[in-house]
């Protein structure tokens, strides 16, 4: 049973920062790439960041400079810093990892509970 376990969400005025963290446990083989997605009410669930376990990333354009995602392969967590934050930042962010289980076993995507991040004075 994989599990991803967030912590980090809150409330914080516009400007402010937050880190949000994940980590994955479970019996796991490999984890390719984690990452955040996030999902604002009425609308659809959008890419936020993503990092290879090569160490690659990529940025939604709307949070470019403002974040930055790390990893600890070791410890299966990764990380979001973000700073700046803006009212339009305010969804519920979900942890991901595209990961595979055995060394026979595909590649799925595994999802945490989610966690709140409110942008408001």
């Known amino acids: 049973q994989v599990r991803l376990v967030e912590s980090g969400g809150g409330l914080v005025q516009p400007g402010g920062s937050l880190r949000l963290s994940c980590a994955a446990s479970g019996t796991i083989f490999r984890i390719n790439a984690m990452g955040w997605f996030r999902q604002a009410p009425g609308r659809e669930r959008e890419l936020v960041a993503l990092i290879t376990s090569a160490g690659n990333t990529d940025y939604a354009d709307s949070v470019k400079g403002r974040c930055t995602i790390s990893r600890d392969n070791a410890k299966n967590t990764v990380h979001l810093q973000m700073n700046s934050l803006k009212p339009e930042d305010t969804a519920v962010y979900y942890c991901?990892?595209?990961?595979?289980?055995?060394?026979?076993?595909?590649?799925?995507?595994?999802w945490g509970q989610g966690t709140q991040v409110t942008v408001s004075s």
């Open positions: 991901y990892a595209n990961l595979r289980l055995g060394e026979l076993s595909y590649d799925s995507m595994y």
